[in-house]
C-alpha cells in the first residue's frame, strides 16, 4: 500500500448497520481502547448498541452520529496500531463523516469530536420534531436539472425542497419541506430521472428546515476548540481544504442546511494526487460512488479485520 498517494475517506448516515467495527475491536487493542474511551465520555454502555443493537435503536439518528464517528476512529486506531505511520495524502468525510475526517486530520480530538456529533444528533432529531422534513434520491438526473426541479417545486408549493447531495453522477439527493419535495418527485421523472425514491427518514438534512438546529450548533462550536490539519482535509460545502481552525468552524456551522458536494471532493482529492481511496467505516457506500466519479481510481471498503490485514499484501 503506498499511503502516499492514498486518501481516508469516512461516511455518513446511511452506513450504520448492527456490529459495526466489533469485530476489528475484538482483535485490534487499539480498536477496543476506542470503544471503551466512547463509553467512558458518553457515560454509559454506548457501544453495546453498535454490537447488538437493536437496529431500530441503532437508527435514532441520535445514536447513529456518534456510532459511525466511534467505528471510523477504531477502524483507523487499528490501521495506525499495524501499519505504523500512514499519513494519508488527504481526507474526506460525506455530511457526518467530516467529523471523522477531523479528527484523522489531527483537527479535532476525539472526546470533543464525540460530543459535537452526539450533540449534532440531538439537534437534528429536535429538528425533524419541530420541523418534519423529508428527503428522497433522484437516480439517472443530472444535478442542474435536479436544481431545476427543486427551484419549481418550491415555487409551486411556497416551501423549500432544495439538493442536498451531489453524490456522484446519476445520483443526487433532494431534501425539505414534504409538500415540495413530493411535488418535485414526478418534476423530476419528467426531467429524466430513472428514478425518485423517497427515502425512510423524518429530518431535512441539509436543508432550510435545519435552520434553527445550524443556528444552535453553531454557539457549541465557537467554544469548541480546534486545531489546523496536519493533512488536507476536503470540506463537504465547497471542495476546498480547510486550512484553519476558523474555517472549520465555519464550515461544520453551515453543513446543516448547506449541500454535500461529494463529486467535487472527490476529483479535488484526485487533484491532490489520491489515487486510492480507503473507505473507513460500516459498508461501502462512498467506494460504489467513488466507481461512479472516476473510473481510474481505486477504493476498498475497509470494516473488518480481514480487510485491514490485506492492505499489508
Known sequence: MDWATTAFVFPGQGSQQVGMAAAIADQHTAAANVFAEADRILGMDFTSIMRNGPSEVLDETLNTQPALYIAGIAILRALEARYGDITPIAVAGHSLGEFTALTAAGALDFEAGLKLVRERGRLMKEAGEKSPGAMAALLG??????????????????????????????????????????????????????????????????????????????????????????????????????????????????????????????????????????????????TGMLKRIDKDAVGMAVNTPEGIAALGG
Open 141 to 286: 438526473i443530472e444535478l442542474e436539472a435536479a436544481r431545476a426541479v427543486c427551484e419549481q417545486a418550491s415555487a409551486q408549493a411556497g416551501k423549500p425542497v432544495v439538493v442536498a447531495n451531489d453524490n456522484c453522477p446519476g445520483q443526487i439527493v433532494i431534501s425539505g419541506d414534504e409538500t415540495a419535495l413530493d411535488l418535485a418527485l414526478p418534476l423530476a421523472k419528467e426531467k429524466g430521472a430513472k428514478r425518485a425514491v423517497k427515502l425512510a427518514v423524518s429530518v431535512a438534512a441539509h436543508s432550510p428546515l435545519m435552520a434553527h438546529s445550524a443556528a444552535a450548533f453553531r454557539e457549541v462550536l465557537a467554544t469548541t476548540t480546534f486545531a489546523a490539519p496536519r493533512v488536507p482535509i476536503i470540506a463537504n460545502l465547497s471542495a476546498a481544504p480547510l486550512r484553519t481552525p476558523d474555517d472549520i468552524r465555519a464550515e461544520l456551522g453551515a453543513q446543516l442546511t448547506g449541500s454535500v458536494h461529494w463529486t467535487d471532493s472527490i476529483r479535488a482529492l484526485r487533484s491532490l494526487g489520491a489515487s486510492t481511496f480507503l473507505e473507513l467505516g460500516p459498508k461501502d457506500a462512498l
